[in-house]
């Protein structure tokens, strides 16, 4: 008997496997898994963007609409003609272009100190190795538990002993330097910079001067973006330090705000239109970082 043959089989086929038909989606697993958001996604982020964008819409119409017209109930949800006339009667009652000017000065001021001391001060926590550093360390976080108003009696007296009452910088030099930036920053370059690049521009000859503004300055740069804008928001909003030490002839928008709307009944269309005139450059400042601010958070949730 002869064995019967075995069918032939197709050769196979050498080059890259073949795509998926139209219309279906290429599956992936793991870290390259393909997601979809499905409607339940978009009606909770909706929602959530409802909720935040809500207080400054109410802010807009509050402030175009007279203080008669929010007594009303059901108030409206509509802006009303008196934006313009709010302001106007805004710079009548204070003095907010001084007091914006001054807020520029003092929170970009803060703002740039910030961002380059604490830069420097993390490169040397995270990258440089010197006698005491995790004491130093330890003790930066430490600050961190100490509320503020413990030191503004002895900060007052230094700022009178040096005539600075009533002066800006009063305000501003306090500011240069955070603990929670310090730490930020650290913790960013820690993930951020890989040793290899240090070592070699060791190698080349670089200084650690010129390492830091080649090397980290660029790398740091997303990371430097969301410090800044935290830091110009915080030194804005402020109203605690600068009341103490700056009068009402030279003040910040935030000690500006408290002398509008007086009166026997506190004008609040008025009051909300000098809030809605100092949110505005805190709205610039995040439209020009927005992107430097995604992406520093988005790189450290890919490398977390």
């Known amino acids: 008997m002869t064995a019967l043959a075995a069918p032939p089989t197709a050769p196979e086929k050498d080059g890259p496997p073949q795509s998926p038909p139209p219309g279906r989606r290429l599956r992936r697993g793991g870290a390259g898994r393909t997601m979809k958001a499905g409607w339940l996604s978009y009606v909770i982020l909706g929602f959530a ?4 964008a809500f207080p400054f819409y109410w802010t807009i119409v509050t402030a175009s609409r007279s203080n008669a017209d929010m007594a009303k109930v059901p108030p409206s949800l509509l802006p009303g003609p008196n934006l ?3 302001f106007e009667q805004v710079l009548e009652e204070a003095d907010i272009g001084t007091a914006l000017l001054n807020s520029l000065i003092v929170s970009g001021s803060i703002t740039l100190g910030t961002v380059l001391c604490c830069t420097l001060a993390g490169f040397a926590f995270a990258k440089l190795r010197f006698k005491g550093r995790n004491a130093l360390l ?6 961190m538990m100490i509320p503020p108003q413990l030191g503004v009696i002895p900060l007052f007296m230094l700022i009178a002993e040096l005539q600075w009452v009533n002066q800006l910088q009063a305000v501003i030099l306090p500011g240069l330097v955070s603990a929670f930036g310090v730490f930020f920053m650290r913790q960013y370059l820690v993930q951020s910079l890989p040793d290899e690049l240090i070592e070699a521009a060791r190698v080349d ?3 650690t001067a010129r390492i830091f503004w080649s090397i980290v300055i660029p790398i740091a740069r997303p990371g430097m973006a969301v410090l800044g804008m935290l830091t110009f928001m915080t030194a804005w909003n402020d109203f605690f330090w600068p009341i103490i ?10 000690v500006a705000l408290r002398q509008l709307g007086g009166g026997y009944v506190n004008d609040q269309s008025v009051i909300m239109a000098g809030t809605l005139l100092g949110t505005l450059p805190v709205l610039l400042v995040f439209g020009l970082l927005g992107r430097q ?11 977390g």
Not at 49 to 52: G, K
Not at 245 to 253: I, K, N, R
């Open 84 to 86: 313009i006339k709010n």
């Open 205 to 207: 000859g670089a200084s």
């Open 138 to 143: 330890t003790l930066t976080i430490g600050t």
């Open 245 to 254: 030490a700056l009068s009402s002839q030279e003040p910040t928008v935030q």
């Open 49 to 52: 963007l409802l909720i935040s």
């Open 293 to 303: 601010i995604v992406g520093g958070i988005m790189q450290g949730a890919v490398k």
